[in-house]
């Protein structure tokens, strides 16, 4: 379906990545009406923060990536607190939640996930909450006080921000992971293992292999038997793709909205973007969804280029960050399988790179930036380069990336 500059374009979803694109159709010269579908009551905003400054600052407000006014000055009709509660594909309409209904030429769906919940613990005597929008923030953020009993289930990364909040805010903290360790899915045991002493030397009770199957008077009850004292729990134990208008278009599974690198789907004229979507990694050699801000904000741009009519596939290998006390943690592409190389001092600032048949196929650091910048791009490129050369610290990494072959 060929580009068209006045096409109406309607995008499911005000959050980062409908946001992201919402702008790039403007800054790339769409004219066509652009309509930003929003089930949430405020203005788009990107969510690292609520695990971060608005956890660690009790006076923190919530950043827009723009206020209300600024969408209309943008060209952009902007639906706050509005779900869309239907798609037609046949008359290329969306129902919304008042009954409005919106014809679309295109239409995006950003309906990025919602968390993954545990009704059995939910109904228990204990306070259980999940973290996901700035009024989650804000409810944790007002019950988090010195002395509070906090159980987190799940060692990820929203998890482990979370302790590392709680702690700061002299709360007692307790983390439960089903798995052997933390981060399973995303770091070599190395790196988990450096975050597991930075969260043990804190004072965090780190309870991994473990799984909380119900809960007691004051409690949670885990696996083995023990009961876990807690005044709140936070689970954040990964997420679920928002697919219910998908489904019945035929382009969605459990697993998400599939696209290509241009975002498209498999009915023409109908994209998806961000957490919803997923795509072929070249990394891991699997369908993904990829639940960075990065992705979000990159296949955004990929994605208007494509309703633009350029032709600017998304090719960025999967990033992202996590800031825990005093170490920043990032991965890069696929950093669990191939042989490790490790890069500079594993107890202090490091990296770790990941080699598939000599290819760079994935990358973490802790508190080395210089490093990912370059490995980013190395991980992007499957660059080939000796092991021998990747441990060596006086190997420049950048002078590696300025000499890949330009695209
Ligand atoms: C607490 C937290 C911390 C994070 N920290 C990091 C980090 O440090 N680094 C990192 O790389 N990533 C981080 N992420 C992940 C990153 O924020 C997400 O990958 C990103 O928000 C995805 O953007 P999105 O637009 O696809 O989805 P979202 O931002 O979730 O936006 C989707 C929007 O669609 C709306 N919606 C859903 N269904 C409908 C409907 N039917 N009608 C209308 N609207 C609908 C939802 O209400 C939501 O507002 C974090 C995520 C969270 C929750």
Known sequence: MPAVMDDRIVILGAGQAGARLAEALRDGGHTGPVTLVGAEA?????RPQLSKEMLLDPGASLTPIKPVAGWGMAG???LTGMAATGVDAASRSVTLAD??????DRLVFATGTRPRRLPLLEAGPVPVLYLRTVEDALDLRRRLRPGLRLAVLGGGVIGLEVAAAAMKQGCSVDLVEAAPRLLSRAVPPLVAGRLSARHALAGVGLHVGRQAVGMADGGVILDDGRVLPADLVLIGIGVEPCIDLALPLGIADADGI????????AQPGIFAIGDVASQWSRWHGRWSRVETWANAQNQALATAASLLGRDQPHADAPWFWSDQYDLTLQACGDATTGEMVVRGDPQGAFATIHLVDGHINGATSINAPGDMAALRRLVTARAAIAADQLADPGFHLRRAVAALPKS
Do not use: K, N, S
């Open 258 to 265: 599939r696209v290509d690198a241009q975002g498209r789907t």
């Open 76 to 78: 952009i009709r902007l």
């Open 99 to 104: 009954g409005q209904v919106l014809r679309w």
């Open 42 to 46: 405020h203005p788009p905003y990107e």
